[in-house]
Structure formats: structure tokens, C-alpha cells
């Protein structure tokens, strides 16, 4: 399950300005879709500002006034950042107005919002009654739209979560292969990263980035075996964690105190960076020889100008 060659993208052909996508006229129109929509959302004691096409791909959407204690963020996202949703309520409150709506899918009687969490976070801290959102009638979107979120930019670690818990959603719910996801995954690492994060909250995603980045790829099989094989990639991860780790502590006691010592020991080891193709190595065998030069680091022969010359990688935070 090595990576395989990415195909160079075709530079973008240059379109026309204003001859694509729908007119006004056709955008203000409803659909089938849109109109089922309409009425679910009455159902459920909202009420229905708009029903119209996107202008981009003519889909239905519903512009709609929600009860909020029925609109839930997606038990796929990210966790609320307090900070951001103090952020945003200060503001709020300060404009006094609401102005951008959430995105929403509707499921089971309730609206998840895959873009807008924290938006409904500062809602409820200031006990509003209603929230307005922009309502889709495909549930399937939720997980194409948390690709698209950028309310507040996510770091790694933020998005392997959110990744990795979309992946456990999809088992069993979809059929498919791994990389027909691809799209709404981003990138393959975020799935090896996210099981990591799940068993270790405190992971140096940033330090192993540089390999795991050349190594990991899509696979082309089932989503069932895919979770299984991103678990023991995670699992495969943490062990050399604890070998670097154990480097690190070694430097430190030896008088080393920098924010780079993770990073340099990884940049020893990481033969990777030497070579311009790696799609012919495996996930599992390159990591287990990384791990094996790590346990032969001798922490006494390193010196402080060593740490220097490889010290130029960003400092590790927690929160990644």
C-alpha cells in the first residue's frame, strides 16, 4: 500500500466572465427537492424564508428560519473552540445582528450543521430562540461541506479529528472504497493522524508530518478495511512516538532544552527526505526501519550543533 504517483494537475482553461451557471430568473425558481424540503421544515416548526436553486449547480435550497434547540453540530467536526465562540458572541452582541446564516442538513427531525457551529454556539450563549440557515436536502452534502468550512481554520490536529470521525461514520453507512472519498477527506494523512489523535491527544502530528506526508496515500479498498488499516497505521505511529520520545528525554537529561528535539530526532532518522520518489515504499515496512535507526540513536554522540543545522522545523505545539 506504498503511495503511488500524484497526476499533474492541468492548469485551469480560462472561462468567459458571466456564461456559466443559472441566470437570476432560474435561481428563484423551486424544485421537487427544494419543495419536499419546504414542507419538512414546517413540519418541524420552522419557517421557510426562501426555497431556490444554488446559481452554481442549480441544487435546492431552503433559506430557513430554525427552532435551535434542533440544529446540532455533526458528530463528525471538530470540538468548539471556547475562545472562538466567546469571540464571536462578544460580537454579536456588540452588532447586534445575525447575518450569516448556517449551512444545515436535515436529519431525523433535527438540522445538522456541518458549517456553523460556532455561529450556533454563540447563539446559544446568548439565548436566542431561532437561527437562520441555509437548508439542503441532501444529507450526504454534511460531509462534503466540512471540507469547505473555514469559519475558523482548522490546524491538524483539528482536522484529523474531523476526518476520522467522518471515515467512522461512513463505514457501515456506504458502500465504497476509501479513495472514493478522497474529495471529502483532503488528504490521506488526515485519516492515519486522526486514529492516532483519538488514542493519543497530545500527539506531535507536526514532527512526523515530513514522512507520513510522502508515505501515506488513498487506498483502493473497502471503507471497513480501510478503517482497520489507518488504526494500525496510528498504532505504528505512536510506537515510534514513545522511541522518540524516549531520545528526547535522553537529550534533555544530557542539559538539551529546545522545542525542536522531537523534530530533530525524526529529521535523524527520515531517509525520505534523500529521495525524490518513494511511491515503491510500504506504509509498514518504511516505518518500522524509521523505528528501528531510532532505537539505535546514541543521545551522547549528538551535539548542540547538530540540533542547530536541523533545528529549523516549526516547534511542536499540543494543540496541533
Known amino acids: 500500500m506504498g503511495a503511488p504517483k500524484k497526476p499533474r494537475k492541468s492548469p485551469r482553461k480560462k472561462v468567459e466572465k458571466a456564461t456559466k451557471g443559472i441566470d437570476p430568473t432560474g435561481v428563484a425558481t423551486s424544485s421537487p427537492e427544494g419543495d419536499r424540503l419546504a414542507e419538512l421544515v414546517k413540519e418541524d416548526g420552522g419557517q421557510v424564508l426562501a426555497n431556490y436553486k444554488d446559481p452554481l449547480g442549480g441544487h435546492a435550497v431552503v433559506l430557513a428560519a430554525l427552532p435551535i434547540?434542533?440544529?446540532?453540530?455533526?458528530p463528525y467536526q471538530r470540538d468548539r473552540s471556547d475562545t472562538?465562540?466567546?469571540?464571536?458572541?462578544?460580537?454579536?452582541?456588540?452588532?447586534?445582528?445575525?447575518?450569516?446564516?448556517?449551512?444545515?442538513?436535515?436529519?431525523?427531525?433535527?438540522?445538522?450543521?456541518?458549517?456553523?457551529?460556532?455561529?450556533l454556539g454563540a447563539m446559544?450563549?446568548?439565548?436566542?430562540?431561532?437561527?437562520?440557515?441555509?437548508?439542503?436536502?441532501?444529507?450526504?452534502?454534511?460531509?462534503?461541506i466540512?471540507?469547505?468550512?473555514?469559519?475558523?481554520?482548522?490546524?491538524?490536529?483539528?482536522?484529523?479529528?474531523?476526518?476520522?470521525?467522518?471515515?467512522?461514520?461512513?463505514?457501515?453507512?456506504?458502500?465504497?472504497?476509501?479513495?472514493?472519498?478522497?474529495?471529502?477527506?483532503?488528504?490521506?494523512?488526515?485519516?492515519?493522524?486522526?486514529?492516532?489523535?483519538?488514542?493519543?491527544?497530545?500527539?506531535?502530528?507536526?514532527?512526523?508530518?515530513?514522512?507520513?506526508?510522502?508515505?501515506?496515500?488513498?487506498?483502493?479498498?473497502?471503507?471497513?478495511?480501510?478503517?482497520?488499516?489507518?488504526?494500525?497505521?496510528?498504532?505504528?505511529?505512536?510506537?515510534?512516538?514513545?522511541?522518540?520520545?524516549?531520545?528526547?528525554?535522553?537529550?534533555?537529561?544530557?542539559?538539551?532544552?529546545?522545542?525542536?528535539?522531537?523534530?530533530?530526532?525524526?529529521?535523524?532518522v527520515n531517509f525520505l527526505r534523500f529521495k525524490k520518489d518513494t511511491s515503491d515504499l510500504d506504509f509498514t515496512e518504511t516505518i518500522e526501519k524509521l523505528r528501528a535507526s531510532t532505537k539505535k540513536i546514541d543521545p551522547g554522540s549528538v551535539k548542540k550543533e547538530d540540533l542547530a543545522k536541523m533545528g529549523g522545523a516549526p516547534a511542536e505545539s499540543s494543540e496541533e
Request: proline share 4%.
Open 69 to 74: 434547540e434542533k440544529v446540532e453540530p455533526t
Open 146 to 268: 466540512l471540507a469547505l468550512n473555514t469559519e475558523k481554520a482548522h490546524n491538524v490536529k483539528e482536522r484529523s479529528l474531523e476526518v476520522i470521525r467522518m471515515y467512522r461514520g461512513l463505514v457501515g453507512a456506504k458502500a465504497g472504497k476509501e479513495s472514493d472519498h478522497a474529495a471529502i477527506f483532503e488528504e490521506p494523512y488526515f485519516a492515519t493522524f486522526g486514529a492516532a489523535y483519538e488514542k493519543r491527544a497530545r500527539f506531535s502530528a507536526g514532527a512526523y508530518g515530513p514522512v507520513v506526508r510522502r508515505l501515506d496515500s488513498f487506498l483502493d479498498v473497502a471503507m471497513e478495511k480501510g478503517l482497520e488499516e489507518r488504526e494500525k497505521r496510528a498504532d505504528q505511529l505512536l510506537a515510534w512516538d514513545d522511541e522518540v520520545a524516549a531520545v528526547v528525554a535522553a537529550l534533555k537529561a544530557k542539559g538539551f532544552d529546545s522545542p525542536y528535539l522531537k523534530n530533530y530526532v525524526v529529521a535523524r
Open 84 to 119: 472562538h465562540v466567546k469571540k464571536l458572541t462578544a460580537a454579536m452582541e456588540r452588532v447586534g445582528r445575525f447575518l450569516d446564516p448556517l449551512i444545515a442538513v436535515r436529519h431525523d427531525g433535527k438540522y445538522w450543521t456541518p458549517n456553523g457551529n460556532h455561529r
Open 124 to 144: 446559544n450563549v446568548l439565548g436566542m430562540k431561532t437561527i437562520v440557515a441555509l437548508v439542503l436536502p441532501e444529507e450526504d452534502v454534511a460531509y462534503q
